[in-house]
């Protein structure tokens, strides 16, 4: 995986990697972007954009997948992350609504109830995204051409409330699968 806050991600790095990933996955940050120095990302940027391996964004990553394409297609959402202390209490509060089917859904309701920890999402897509999901704001993405996904909701926390742990299930599944038919061929 990536962290959202590693300057030092670029598809060098990844290049010079002996083991290659079956998959990136660029994780939530408690960062506010208003006091970013965005070039810090040009890393992840340039990976979202060029790399050839299944990516996940989540929160944070997820909003990254957007914004290498154009730093005005994320906004504040005007409150602040809840703290981890208090997520079992904090459940979205609009059930995520699936309005597109594809296989990253598999065994979760629609709607759903996510875990959401965040203060910024993805306010525009880019034109070669589509929409998958979605509340009062876009909740999952995927890119038309090429496997990448993304995730506003949380689904590696680990809440009962949280119906969208398959979500991630699903994504590293489908990465193995691709990883092993290119291994077979």
């Not at 208003?34 to 964004?57: A, C, V």
């Not at 704001?137 to 680990?158: C, D, M, P, R, T």
């Not at 489908?174 to 077979?184: F, N, P, Q, T, W």
């Amino acid at each position: 995986g990536s962290s959202c806050e590693s300057p030092e991600s670029s598809m060098e790095m990844v290049g010079k990697l002996k083991k290659k990933p079956v998959a990136i996955i660029l994780s939530g940050s408690d960062a506010g972007y208003q006091n970013l120095p965005m070039f810090e990302y040009n890393g992840e940027f340039e990976i979202i954009r060029q790399g050839k391996i299944p990516l996940l964004g989540i929160c944070c990553g997820h909003q990254l997948t957007v914004m290498a394409y154009g730093y005005t297609y994320v906004r504040a959402m005007g409150w602040l992350d809840i703290p981890s202390r208090d997520l079992e209490a904090f459940k979205s509060i609009d059930p995520v609504k699936i309005i597109k089917k594809d296989p990253i859904f598999e065994g979760m309701p629609n709607p759903f109830i996510g875990a959401e920890v965040h203060s910024w999402s993805v306010a525009h897509l880019p034109e070669h995204y589509e929409l998958l999901a979605e509340s009062t704001y876009v909740q999952a993405l995927k890119s038309k051409a090429k496997f990448l996904y993304g995730e506003q909701f949380h689904a590696e926390i680990n809440v009962s409330y949280n119906q969208a742990k398959p979500y991630l299930y699903n994504f590293l599944t489908m990465a193995l699968e691709k990883a092993e038919g290119r291994k077979k061929n």
